[in-house]
């Protein structure tokens, strides 16, 4: 079965990692890993928040889990 992700499945910033990891099912500890290890791209929001754009969390899921992307 492909796992398919979609621009209209995902918002366009998640402020934190804890909105993260409730779309992807992974706890918060398993999205700041990603992130610190180089598989998940992050901005900084202020001193210590990381905030993931769409299309980072996008790239992340087509290259480390699989998915297969299909734009609007």
Known sequence: ???IV???DLQIVYRTAKDLSAVLGVSERQVHYY????????GLRNR?????LREDVIDFLVKEWGFEYEGN
């Open 48 to 52: 210590a928040r990381y905030e993931y």
């Open 35 to 42: 992130r610190t290890n180089g598989k998940l791209k992050s």
């Open 6 to 8: 979609k621009d209209d």
């Open 1 to 3: 079965m492909k796992k």
